[in-house]
């Protein structure tokens, strides 16, 4: 909204032209997303204690020692949401294609996630998972139609492999379930990592920064030219969305690192996952995210190879699954499992962003 308001003055003052400037305005979403992720916690932490009375809030399948956390508030993702979408319709230009889906995504995920922590406020149980997956495939599927038709001089469906120059495979009417696993999976992968104070939001602060360096490069021809990526005009806008997701989550660590005065529950890392998620689809990263994403990835597979394990042979591979839970019971205290991890979270996006140079 800004940008409409603010932009056509440059021709009078010189002083406004700063706001044409991607940089300027992602900076100004991020710093704009901390600002209301830290006026609005506070009064959000208060009222979800009244609404939820104290009550169990624990996931079941976690270590004894997590008891302890009986009666912190859940449902702190509708902090994460609003300042996103907030801040990206105050500093993006809203005709751009890209930000929509965006923001569109990362809403639909949003109100699953605020869905199913209001059904285990009730019940304890949450959302029947088939109901909860089918409600992810629908929102994916469905704002995908915003780009897979669109013109081959706007939109091509087709994968990027990284390393390789100019190495692009047409997937053609297949790029839409490959997309639709790559934002789902996601939004699970970073659901099935929240289950310690801090470390499901501490990445997501370096993957939107990956992200906001590989939108800004995508959509800008000569940077796209020069590293041999694809160029996805219009990509660029992307920027100040990622500036929004990482002012919101810098905003929100301030209450959850431990102890957490508040979880994010479904509604904060079902939309961050389908967030990123939807980041690596549009700007062509999606072979990418598997390493730039890599912590949430590794926390999924443990759980993945957990339960085939345990089915197919009747023992388990880790103490716990997802991950993190092994490391807690193996002794670690955990501040220094949350920590470590986003240590190595850093390591991996630097990673990503050196491999664009590799072509």
């Known amino acids: 909204m800004l940008y409409y308001l603010l932009v056509p003055l440059a021709k009078d003052h010189i002083v406004f032209n700063v706001f044409r400037y991607l940089t300027f305005r992602s900076f100004m979403a991020l710093i704009s997303a901390l600002i209301i992720s830290l006026l609005i916690a506070p009064w959000l932490i208060r009222r979800l204690r009244v609404m939820q009375h104290g009550g169990e ?66 019940t304890r149980k949450g959302l029947p998972m088939r109901v909860k997956l089918g409600a992810q495939l629908l929102v994916a599927a469905a704002v995908l139609q915003l780009i897979f038709w669109q013109p081959p001089s706007t939109w091509l469906p087709v994968l990027a492999i990284p390393f390789f120059k100019g190495w692009f495979v047409n997937l053609g009417w297949l790029w839409i ?76 660590l301030w209450f959850n690192c431990h102890p957490a005065e508040i979880f994010m529950g479904d509604a904060g890392s079902l939309a961050l996952g389908g967030a990123i998620g939807t980041l690596a689809v549009l700007t062509k990263a999606e072979l990418l995210l598997p390493l730039i994403g890599g912590l949430y990835v590794v926390e999924a597979l443990s759980v993945i190879i957990q339960v085939a394990s345990f089915k197919l042979t009747g023992r388990r591979v880790f103490r716990m699954a997802p991950l993190h839970h092994h490391y807690e019971l193996s002794g670690w205290a955990e501040p220094k499992i949350v920590v470590r991890f986003w240590i190595v979270s850093f390591a991996l996006a630097l990673l990503a962003i050196t491999t664009l140079k590799l072509r």
């Open 57 to 122: 809030t624990i996931r079941e399948d976690t270590p004894e020692r997590h008891r302890t956390k009986k009666g912190t508030p859940t449902m702190g993702g509708i902090v994460i949401l609003t300042a996103i979408i907030v801040t990206t319709l105050l500093w993006a230009n809203l005709l751009n294609r890209y930000v929509w889906v965006a923001i569109l995504a990362t809403g639909g995920f949003g109100l699953i996630g605020v869905w199913d922590d209001l059904t285990k406020v009730r």
């Open 177 to 252: 379930p490959f997309a639709v696993l790559v934002i789902v999976g996601a939004s699970n992968a970073v659901n099935l990592t929240d289950g310690l104070d801090g470390l499901a939001i501490g990445p997501i602060v370096m993957a939107g920064a990956a992200f906001g360096v590989i939108a800004y490069l995508t959509g800008n021809f000569r940077a796209a030219d020069y590293l041999k990526i694809l160029n996805v005009r219009g990509a660029g806008e992307l920027t100040v969305f990622c500036g929004a997701l990482i002012g919101a989550a810098i905003g929100f």
